[in-house]
């Protein structure tokens, strides 16, 4: 699956692996990237973003304890479902809990990382 991005969109990536960082940002050139489910609340109450990549483990309690309910990926879900975000959302996580994620966003694509390709486009 390739995701077309047109160049002007704001985007957001919410993931904490400086290997999937770096591939997304060889990819997609105005993209603002968080590490961590308060970075990401803070960064997406102040900006406007057309698009969302969501990781789920941004721990390694995340792994050990997936009924975490905060500092992962689902407490962003939860805060974008809760604020009613009408962007695109991608889920890429390859944890179970993306299920979870994706039941908070009924819109949401569930992807996981290595399945998909983006190629910057213009509008």
């Given at each position: 699956m390739t995701f077309?991005?047109?160049?002007?969109?704001?985007?957001?990536?919410?993931?904490?692996?400086?290997?999937?960082?770096?591939w997304f940002r060889q990819?997609?050139?105005?993209?603002?990237f968080a590490k961590t489910s308060a970075a990401a609340?803070?960064?997406?109450?102040?900006h406007r973003f057309k698009v969302a990549f969501l990781d789920h483990d941004l721990h390694w309690?995340?792994?050990?304890?997936?009924?975490r309910q905060h500092g992962n990926g689902?407490?962003?879900?939860?805060y974008l479902a809760i604020h009613a975000f009408d962007?695109?959302?991608?889920?890429?996580?390859?944890?179970?809990?993306?299920?979870a994620m994706a039941r908070m966003l009924?819109?949401?694509?569930v992807c996981q990382f290595g399945n998909f390709d983006i190629n910057e486009c213009s509008e």
């Amino acid at each position: 699956m390739t995701f077309n991005i047109p160049r002007s969109w704001s985007v957001f990536v919410l993931d904490d692996s400086e290997d999937r960082i770096s591939w997304f940002r060889q990819r997609i050139h105005h993209v603002k990237f968080a590490k961590t489910s308060a970075a990401a609340i803070n960064l997406i109450s102040r900006h406007r973003f057309k698009v969302a990549f969501l990781d789920h483990d941004l721990h390694w309690m995340d792994a050990g304890f997936p009924n975490r309910q905060h500092g992962n990926g689902k407490e962003v879900a939860r805060y974008l479902a809760i604020h009613a975000f009408d962007g695109i959302v991608v889920i890429h996580s390859r944890s179970e809990q993306a299920v979870a994620m994706a039941r908070m966003l009924p819109q949401a694509k569930v992807c996981q990382f290595g399945n998909f390709d983006i190629n910057e486009c213009s509008e």
